[in-house]
């Protein structure tokens, strides 16, 4: 029997420049959950490694070396992927993360200065 994989949902932007008005309690809720989970220097390596490997996405393999075990990587790349962060495909026996454009977009617009109008 055949499954097919779970479709992850789609990352859409949660909040206008900080700069523009203030985060309903929703918004503030949902971003901080973003940076709660960017919050801890292992996360933040393995975001990096995966946002900047070529192509976008990166095999476990080729991220996992962070300096903890290989248990401690997974759980934190699964608090990633809860935060809506990453994204990820298993390909045979080997686990492949992205970051999807609209999560970088997203993050990029909350911290930049509203345009003027």
Do not use: N
């Amino acid at each position: 029997m055949r499954t097919l994989p779970l479709l992850e949902p789609v990352v859409q932007p949660c909040c206008p420049p900080l700069t523009e008005r203030p985060l309903t309690a929703e918004e503030a809720e949902r971003t901080a959950v973003m940076f709660k989970a960017l919050g801890d220097p292992v996360r933040l390596r393995l975001f990096s490694a995966v946002v900047s490997h070529e192509g976008g996405e990166a095999c476990v393999c080729d991220i996992s070396d962070v300096g903890v075990s290989q248990p401690t990587v997974s759980h934190h790349l699964k608090k990633l992927k809860e935060a809506g962060l990453l994204s990820s495909e298993r390909r045979g026996t080997w686990v492949y993360y992205r970051v999807e454009p609209a999560v970088l977009a997203a993050m990029g617009q909350l911290l930049t200065k509203a345009a003027a109008a």
